[in-house]
């Protein structure tokens, strides 16, 4: 039996359906080609054959506004909780 070399041939061309990297499409804008889901995953170590994959999506800074949030916010209120219930014990008892 030959093989013969058949030409591939395209029958149509269509918008992809989902994403590329998450195989989701939810997120996905054919439009665009972009996914909001992985829009932030940065290539590591282009140079390498295996990229690595660093996920970090726009506007995403938990860490830090945690911190924040504990500091300037958490802290004061749970300590003025306490003292009002230090005060209303106090008022109680008297």
């Known amino acids: ?12 061309v269509t918008l992809a359906t989902r994403c590329e990297i998450c195989h989701q499409a ?9 996914c909001a889901r ?17 996920y970090n999506p726009p506007g995403v800074v938990i860490p830090l506004y945690a911190e924040i949030i504990a500091a300037f916010i958490i802290v004061p209120v749970t300590f003025l909780i306490l003292l009002l219930f230090s005060c209303l014990i106090l008022l109680l008892w008297s």
């Open 38 to 54: 992985c829009s932030g995953l940065v290539v590591l170590g282009a140079d390498s054959n295996l990229p690595r994959f660093d």
């Open 26 to 34: 939810d997120c996905f804008d054919p439009e665009s080609g972009v």
């Open 1 to 12: 039996m030959s093989k013969q070399s058949h030409p591939l041939r395209i029958r149509n």
